[in-house]
Structures are given as structure tokens and as C-alpha cells.
């Protein structure tokens, strides 16, 4: 497993300069992909959740603004109402993989936190800002990332999914395609600490192998499940 070495304290928090944005933009829209959810996709993340027992899975397609979960799953999942906005202001759509450049939240659940008792939290939606999450540096890395308790390194711990999703463990690997390009990543995610081990790595990176190959392979109407 491969994990980030120590890094001097003020640049712990950073968040990847992610230079191939635009780019990806446009081969994501070549390939139809990064503008709407995509059934397959949800259904994709599903059996990634089921294989990895995770509570959540994501197919993420990164833009310069923000991040786009295309496939999604999360704990009791409802599919008729995953995509209704929250209350409030709606974030603008996303294009070409973009995202909205503000909002952090998208939908109007709330999960329990079963570490601290505090409460009930904010629940995942599509939509996260480029700070929210580990995909960037899975993206900028250009290879899988195992946080089995993300506490554990000074450089993830104050990421802000940390307290305000209370995640607490990370497994994702980068979709590369056959021109190089990095289409977003595949990752599932824990509020609890999670010993992934060499089992969980094998998983993940051969999860974003089959994808890259069937998004190459999409048919202009999409593909099956």
C-alpha cells in the first residue's frame, strides 16, 4: 500500500493543483460523461459498496470548480429522491464535469454519526467542493490512495469531510484511460477506521480497471448495467 510521506506543516491542508482539469473536461464530454447521474454508474457503486462493505462508493468525475459523483452510493439510498435538490438555493448544473464551484452538500438528508453522538450530519449528494475529499490527490497522484484512518496522517485528517461527513477511512484509485488521461477516480469511503489491507487495494484498482475499460467502450446512448 502507498501512502504520502510526511509533509512540511503548511502545506498539510492543501488541496492538488489539478493542471489536466480543462482537458478532462473535454474528453469527458467526447465520452458523454461528467453532466448527469448515470444509473449504470449508481449501479456500479452499489456492488462496490456491497464488495468493500462500505457505506458509500463513488464514481467521481472531477471539473476545475468542483467535483460530480455520477455513480453513488450511500446508506439507504433512495434513487427516486438522490438528485432532489436540498432546501434552499440550488447550485448550478455542472458542465462538461465542471461542477459547481460553491456548494458542498447537495442533498437535504442527514446521516446519524455513530462516533461522537453529536447528532445527525450532513448526508453526501452529487456535489462537492474540490477541498471536500480525497480524490484530488488520488487525481493528482495518478495512483490509488488507502487511508485505513485518515487521522492518522496530519495531511487528510483536516480535510473537512473529516468533521463535517465524519469519514473517517478512504480507498480510491484514479479511472486513466488509453490516452493518459485521468477521468476521475473510484473510491469508497467509512465513518469508521478500516483495516483495507492488500485485499482492499487489489479491489479498488481492479474496480477502476473494469470501469475505465466499459466508459472507453460506452455506447453514444450509454451502457448497460
Not at 464488495?51 to 455520477?70: H, I
Not at 461542477?99 to 452529487?126: I, L, Q, S, W
Not at 487525481?139 to 473517517?168: K, Q, S
Request: with cysteine; hydrophobic share 35%; glycine share 10%.
Amino acid at each position: 500500500m502507498s501512502y504520502d510521506p510526511p509533509r512540511p506543516a503548511g502545506r498539510l491542508l492543501l488541496t492538488p493543483e489539478d493542471t489536466e482539469a480543462p482537458a478532462r473536461t473535454l474528453r469527458l464530454r467526447r465520452l458523454g460523461l461528467g453532466e448527469r447521474p448515470e444509473p449504470a454508474l449508481d449501479a456500479f457503486a452499489d456492488r462496490l459498496a456491497e464488495r468493500t462493505r462500505a457505506p458509500y462508493a463513488m464514481v467521481n468525475f472531477p471539473g476545475e470548480n468542483g467535483q460530480f459523483f455520477a455513480g453513488l452510493h450511500r446508506p439507504a439510498r433512495d434513487v427516486l429522491n438522490v438528485d432532489t435538490p436540498a432546501p434552499g438555493p440550488a447550485p448550478a448544473a455542472p458542465t462538461g464535469g465542471d461542477g459547481p464551484a460553491a456548494p458542498t452538500v447537495r442533498a437535504g438528508a442527514t446521516a446519524p454519526d455513530p462516533a461522537d453522538g453529536e447528532g445527525p450530519r450532513p448526508e453526501v449528494g452529487r456535489y462537492l467542493a474540490r477541498d471536500h475529499s480525497f480524490c484530488p490527490h488520488v487525481v493528482a497522484r495518478r495512483r490509488a490512495l488507502v487511508l485505513e484512518d485518515v487521522r492518522d496522517y496530519p495531511r487528510f485528517a483536516g480535510n473537512p469531510v473529516v468533521d463535517e461527513f465524519g469519514i473517517r477511512s478512504y480507498l480510491g484509485a484514479p479511472l486513466i484511460d488509453s490516452t493518459g488521461m485521468v477521468l476521475g477516480t473510484v473510491c469508497v469511503v467509512d465513518v469508521a477506521p478500516r483495516p483495507w489491507g492488500r485485499e482492499g487495494l487489489d479491489t479498488i484498482k481492479s474496480a477502476a480497471a473494469e470501469l475505465t475499460r466499459r466508459l472507453e467502450e460506452r455506447e453514444p446512448d450509454g451502457f448497460g448495467v
